[in-house]
């Protein structure tokens, strides 16, 4: 007999479907013909945690680090003990850990029944280690055939079983898996006991690889968005008058016109429909025609397209000073393909968009729409894309859902002559895009939350076979001087195909504006200048993260790193559709994010993330090697030499622990964040404007009130009030109830003219480098 191990029941299922024989479901293994067919969970095995090796590191100790074992013993998977765990939590890990022992000892059984043993676990690094740790930990000495398959489909694992390979081969993927989560498991324990026992007092300080530089993103925008100061940026405007006439193909085509049905009608009253006729085909005849060009500057004028100095912009409005310009207009008909089928991330980044559903709620929901229902594939793909073996049951697939939710889909075609893009075979990664199955579903017994996910996902994969949106994009050019141009356009959509049966605004990527140019035939004009006018613009600061906003930042974190780190990060990513130089992965990021509200490393103002003041002061201690994306890049291109079998995981993990050490002897030297019992037992007046920090309440020198930023330490805040201020020739009595409204906004206070008149009127705090400022922001009316 042969044993078949896949990664998960659902691709065992599918496995002893493709094979030929009667199958004789046994629990949780299938015998068919010559082969037992039986499956992992997941990971069912995992690394020691150091308490497993010595009961010392059960207790956090300074002295004890770094942890480090030469050989990193492994152990069956057990479920996570949490804190203060409900009935249920403990009994639902309970069965877990006895479903996971119960799975082992089972293929131990089969393994020992068996000559030969097909590892069939997903084809990438992670699938190729998770069947080999469990065959390591079983210690098996028999012979090991690999099988690749990216796709459930039937016919695709048939041919798959026609390229049975040795092992062998593809051993060093898992080891490369192996060195990564030894890697991720040294900075883990090592960097959380170190930080959390630095810092007594602050609570349990969890530090990884890719939560760190993910929480530094977050930290990072707050104080961007809070610290912003405003600058301005200009833009040109030019108003034009368009010659309809100067155009040779219009005025063809308007004599034709004219020509054909003045010779057809001769008295008034068809003259005049004949003048309504042109009217609407030529935009009401107006010989003129308003249209509003603007200035873009080239990249010798502004790298970034915004010009902050206004002698700048004045000077290119200077220098149009004719009174007449050629246009050169051009028209270019635009198909849009339907967005791809979802991967994990894309579900995720929409739920969230459309229902404000968190990553691991959606996560969940889709675990649901999978296991309980059928409804849906492998729901935790980071691919877009389908084998082309799925096109052949697209038709199939299509009819079922379309009778699961009970629609009508005018247009639509399975069988197009051109394949739609996400049939592609050569960009399926170790799976396929999340799309529905032929299950049949009765949705009125989905709870609300899987109807939606489900009627996401299938309208996503039908409207792949729907037409293209067409659009005619008109655009017209006037050159001012060498590379500067003023540019107008407009956008006219002629069939909304796909966009009328989806109606999805989170997939608009452009603004469709469209504009009396569109009336316009393409070729040369005449413009006339009407007038010019000089915009000044406020820049910005950054949006707040949402979780859908997060999410997309983890799969693109390359654009906030060095040029280097960048380059490696999106060469890593290069085949996968979706990311572009990330961290994490789509089944883990959703994790991560929970974990920060658990840690109270952040929390939820209305949809948006924000860091709190335990998030913000980890992040301004934590070392530069965590808080970026550097440690990722440089694992990864040490794991490609694993892959080759240029290096063994030693290289990577030796490498990490150099990392760890470094830290660990340079950080005492410097003063790391301590919440002191002085600070800890205050009461929190309000928040630091300047910096987002804690403001407490103290005392001076002289025994006077103060109210101070608990940042004063860490990244020196000067920011101070005291119990008196002066405003203009005005002392201000601030309080603490004072303080606490100024912090909020703005606080009455009585004052007195210079006249001698009393009145009272609302002031707020107006920050000037490190002093602090007042500002009258209104009068207080007075009660009738």
Request: hydrophobic share 35%.
């Amino acid at each position: 007999m042969k044993l078949i191990i896949a990664e998960k029941p659902d691709l065992g299922r599918a496995i002893a479907e493709a094979i030929p024989g009667i199958a004789q479901p046994k629990g949780n293994y299938i015998e068919k013909g010559e082969y037992y067919i039986t499956w992992a969970f997941g990971h069912i095995i995992q690394l020691k945690e150091p308490e497993d090796y010595d009961d010392k590191y059960k207790l956090w100790k300074l002295e004890n680090l770094p942890i480090y074992f030469e050989n990193w013993e492994q152990k069956i998977k057990v479920g996570k003990v949490k804190k203060n765990e409900t009935k249920e939590e403990i009994e639902k890990r309970k069965r877990f850990d006895k479903g996971t022992e119960d799975q082992l000892n089972l293929i131990k059984k089969l393994l020992s029944q068996s000559d030969e043993i097909v590892n069939a676990a997903d084809p990438d690094d992670e699938g190729q280690f998770l069947v080999d740790e469990i065959l390591e930990f079983l210690g098996n000495k028999k012979p090991v055939k690999r099988i690749l398959i990216n796709d459930n489909n039937i016919e695709a694992i048939k041919k798959a079983f026609e390229k049975l390979e040795p092992n062998e081969k593809f051993i060093p993927l898992g080891k490369s898996a192996y060195a990564r989560a030894v890697s991720d498991l040294l900075v883990g324990i090592n960097m959380t006991r170190f930080f959390t026992l630095k810092n007594s007092g602050a609570g349990v300080l969890s530090v990884g690889r890719v939560q760190t530089p993910t929480l530094a993103l977050i930290v990072n925008r707050d104080l961007q968005i809070e610290n912003h100061e405003k600058s301005y940026f200009y833009e040109l405007e030019v108003n034009f008058f368009i010659n309809k006439g100067s155009n040779k193909k219009e005025q063809e085509e308007t004599k034709k016109l004219i020509t054909e049905y003045q010779a057809q009608f001769i008295d008034s009253e068809k003259q005049k429909k004949l003048i309504e006729k042109i009217t609407t085909e030529f935009g009401n005849l107006k010989q003129n025609i308003a249209v509003k060009f603007k200035y873009k500057p080239s990249k010798n004028i502004a790298e970034d397209g915004k010009i902050s100095d206004k002698k700048i912009i004045e000077a290119i409005e200077e220098s149009i000073d004719k009174e007449t310009y050629q246009s050169s207009l051009e028209k270019k008909i635009l198909k849009e393909e339907a967005p791809l089928p979802f991967n994990l991330l894309k579900l995720q980044i929409y739920a969230n968009n459309k229902w404000g559903y968190s990553p691991d709620k959606t996560l969940e929901i889709s675990q649901s729409l999978r296991e309980k229902y059928k409804a849906i594939t492998y729901n935790r793909s980071d691919s877009q894309y389908l084998n082309e073996e799925h096109f052949l049951e697209a038709s199939e697939v299509i009819n079922r859902v379309i009778e699961n939710l009970k629609i009508i889909v005018p247009n639509i075609d399975t069988q197009p002559i051109k394949k739609p893009k996400c049939f592609d075979s050569s960009k399926v990664t170790a799976h396929h895009a999340i799309i529905p199955t032929k299950a049949k579903i009765d949705i009125a017994i989905l709870t609300e939350e899987e109807r939606n996910i489900y009627t996401a996902i299938s309208n996503y994969y039908i409207s792949q076979f729907l037409p293209h949106l067409v659009k005619e994009r008109t655009e017209a050019i006037i050159s001012v001087f060498d590379e500067e141009k003023l540019v107008a356009t407009s956008i006219k959509i002629l069939d909304y195909g796909f966009k009328t049966f989806l109606n999805d605004k989170f997939n608009d990527d452009e603004v469709e504006e469209s504009s009396e140019l569109s009336k316009l035939f393409g070729g040369e004009y005449e413009c006339i200048v009407e007038g010019k006018n000089i915009l000044e613009k406020e820049t910005k600061p950054p949006k707040r993260y949402t979780e859908a906003t997060l999410l997309q930042d983890m799969s693109s974190i390359s654009k906030y790193c060095n040029q280097e780190t960048k380059i490696i990060l999106k060469t890593k990513d290069k085949e996968k559709k979706g990311e572009n130089g990330g961290i994490g992965t789509p089944a883990t990021r959703s994790n991560i994010i929970a974990e920060f509200f658990r840690r109270g490393y952040v929390e939820k103002k209305d949809k948006y993330i924000i860091s709190t003041q335990k998030g913000r002061e980890f992040i301004q201690i934590a070392p530069e090697e965590l808080k970026t994306a550097d440690l990722t890049a440089r694992w990864w291109l040490i794991q490609e030499e694993i892959k080759e079998g240029t290096a063994e995981p030693s290289k990577l993990i030796l490498n990490t622990l150099d990392i760890i050490r470094t830290i660990i002897l340079r950080e005492p030297l410097k003063m790391a964040y301590t919440p002191n019992s002085e600070i800890k037992e205050k009461e929190v007046v309000g928040k630091c404007p300047k910096c987002g920090g804690n403001i407490f309440e103290g005392k001076t020198k002289e025994g006077k009130a103060s109210f101070y930023c608990g940042n004063y330490r860490e990244n020196d805040c000067k920011f101070r009030l005291y119990e008196e201020m002066k405003f203009f020739h005005n002392i201000l009595k601030i309080t603490k109830a004072k303080v606490k409204k100024l912090l909020d906004g703005k606080v009455a206070f009585k004052l007195t003219s210079k006249a001698g008149k009393d009145y009272e009127a609302y002031l707020k705090i107006k920050l000037n480098g490190d002093f602090v400022n007042f500002e009258q922001v209104g009068f207080v009316e007075k009660k009738k």
